[in-house]
């Protein structure tokens, strides 16, 4: 069975600071995909980043970035120059072999960035 | 672009009652799924479909009935409404098992059962 665990139920951090978001994973297959979304107060899931397991660099969007450590079997997120607009709970996932229709979540972790 | 769409947005329901909640893609997607987020809780898995006529249960799946008897249409049927029911419900489709970023999540139906 394949498991997300998010340990940070909350963090804070201060505008224009660098902030990271803990995600670690557990599975047996081979072959998998990690993503981060973000949602805001409002409720909808904000696609952030997505690594594959056979990605041997790792992925950027603008501020985010994705720690992969394959053999620690983690994917933390880093959001660079952190805005008041970042505050919002993100969540891990993964897909594994069994497909993108059946992503599993972690807990997520609420981010407050505070001016 | 319409993307996903849901139906309805929030809706409150008595205990007993059924319902359905509507999903439907533009996409010409072959993956839909239905995930249930809870307080304190990541989205979990309800119900998923890898195509027209094809359905299996995922992770949570009890009171929850599905059909996909189109590409575009996915929708959740609660057969009798349960206070543990009262949750925020997603939908999601995707065009490919191996997608990177192109999953893509409607905003979300609010139901609230008393």
Same mark, same amino acid.
């Given at each position: ?37 973000? %949602?805001?107060?409002?409720?909808? &899931?904000? @696609?952030?980043?997505?690594? +594959? ?8 969007? $603008? ?19 952190? %805005?008041?607009?970042?505050?919002? &709970?993100? @969540?891990?996932?993964?897909? +594994? ?8 979540? $972690? ?9 | ?114």
């Amino acid at each position: 069975a394949q498991k997300i665990t998010q340990t940070q139920p909350g963090m804070f951090v201060q505008e224009k600071e660098a902030v990271t978001l803990d995600c670690t994973y557990d599975t047996s297959d081979q072959s998998y995909g990690l993503f981060w979304y973000k %949602q805001p107060s409002s409720g909808e &899931m904000i @696609f952030l980043i997505y690594q +594959g397991s056979y990605d041997e660099q790792n992925a950027t969007e $603008g501020r985010y970035s994705l720690n992969f450590q394959k053999a620690r079997k983690s994917a933390n997120l880093v959001i660079s120059a952190s %805005q008041l607009g970042d505050s919002a &709970m993100y @969540f891990c996932a993964m897909r +594994g072999q069994g497909g993108s229709e059946k992503l599993v979540f $972690g807990k997520g972790t609420k981010l407050t960035v505070n001016p | 672009n319409a993307g996903v769409t849901q139906t309805p947005k929030f809706q409150v329901l008595k205990t007993g009652q059924s319902m359905t909640l509507q999903c439907a893609q533009d996409m010409n997607h072959e993956y839909m799924s239905w995930y249930r987020q809870d307080p304190g809780m990541g989205l979990r898995l309800i119900h998923y479909s890898v195509g027209a006529g094809i359905t299996d249960q995922g992770e949570v799946p009890n009171g929850y009935n599905v059909s996909r008897s189109t590409t575009e249409d996915f929708p959740l049927r609660l057969l009798s409404a349960a206070p543990s029911q009262t949750s925020v419900y997603f939908c999601a489709s995707s065009p490919d098992r191996a997608s990177g970023n192109t999953i893509y999540f409607g905003e979300g139906s609010w139901l609230t059962v008393v």
